[in-house]
């Protein structure tokens, strides 16, 4: 066992309260009680002194952290097997306090039963060197691909995430759908969902439960599918495939919600993401039939996007 040690406060980490840093130092390794009991007792001391659990940190204070024991008795009587590597994570953008993502259509972000590999293991196998480990500050789903902010610093995990709940960030996706929906102009989604339990499973339908919007525009035609421009105003479980199945236009491979079935499954990409001062695009690697359609630049659909975001329309189309 350690004895008494002192950390030093990184530029990442301050601005954490006192209990989150040494939670995450920890590695969640000694249980809340037990910090918040070294905190209240005067073992835990920030510059020499005693604080609170809620006591926010700066950059190169001096915590002290009383001997504690780390070892996982259960884990050190299991033979040691190493861990394959991960494979590395595909970064857009990248700089002091940020980390932009090109999430793969099939990888989670975080691990769960029947998953050896996610975003977050990558991130911490690939970051492991960080005093703050870089926190995703949103998800998306196993099955959707697109852009994936990570912060680096706490200040800008908490700055970002004050943004997010004053809906000064948006989210705009690609996706294709089943038929003609017609929308050619920016057309508003306003239905309520609720979830649901059916033989399958869970999922979403319209009719009941909490409010939710969304606007979509049709960006190109084919024969019986369309490529949809598509932007949620608030934030549901399943609301892009929800909202535009009621509608009779399911995600091209999304089979819960009743879209034709595909090998890759369903086509659902987010392609542009930006809030006040940041903006960032990336568009899908869709193989054909579903690439993006010949003659649809970068420059112009970034130019439709903005266009639908900016100012969504007030009057909305039903479900069927």
């Not at 809620?54 to 001997?67: K, S």
């Not at 034709?260 to 690697?285: C, I, S, V, Y």
């Amino acid at each position: 066992m350690p004895g008494v040690q002192v950390w030093t406060v990184s530029k990442p980490e301050a601005g954490q309260k006192l209990l989150q840093f040494l939670q995450r130092r920890l590695n969640g390794a000694v249980p809340a009680p037990a910090l918040q009991r070294w905190i209240r007792t005067g073992q835990v001391r920030v510059n020499g002194s005693r604080a609170k659990p809620g006591t926010r940190l700066l950059t190169d204070q001096h915590i002290r952290v009383p001997p504690h024991d780390l070892t996982d008795k259960a884990a050190s009587s299991r033979p040691h097997q190493e861990a394959p590597p991960l494979p590395p994570l595909d970064v857009v953008h990248e700089d002091a306090e940020l980390l932009v993502l090109a999430k793969p259509k099939g990888l989670p972000v975080h691990a769960g039963t029947g998953h050896q590999d996610s975003i977050v293991d990558r991130l911490q196998a690939g970051l492991a060197e960080h005093a703050w480990k870089p926190t995703l500050v949103h998800r998306l789903d196993r099955n959707t691909s697109g852009l994936l902010i990570v912060a680096k610093t706490y200040a800008q995990l908490s700055a970002l995430q004050d943004l997010w709940r004053a809906g000064k960030v948006v989210k705009t996706y690609l996706t294709w759908v089943q038929g003609c929906p017609g929308w050619h102009e920016p057309t508003l989604f306003r239905d309520l969902t609720a979830k649901i339990r059916t033989d399958s499973g869970e999922k979403m339908c319209t009719g009941a439960g909490k409010a939710c919007r969304t606007v979509a525009q049709t960006l190109y035609q084919a024969e019986d599918a369309a490529l949809v421009l598509v932007a949620p105003l608030t934030g549901r479980t399943h609301q892009i495939r929800v909202q535009l199945a009621s509608r009779g236009h399911p995600l091209i491979g999304d089979v819960k919600y009743g879209g034709p079935r595909r090998p890759d499954g369903m086509l659902l990409h987010a392609w542009h993401l930006t809030w006040p001062g940041r903006e960032f695009l990336l568009l899908p690697n869709w193989p054909p039939p579903w690439s993006m359609p010949p003659g649809l630049h970068q420059q112009e659909l970034a130019k439709a996007t903005r266009k639908l975001t900016a100012n969504p329309p007030i009057g909305d189309t039903p479900a069927l």
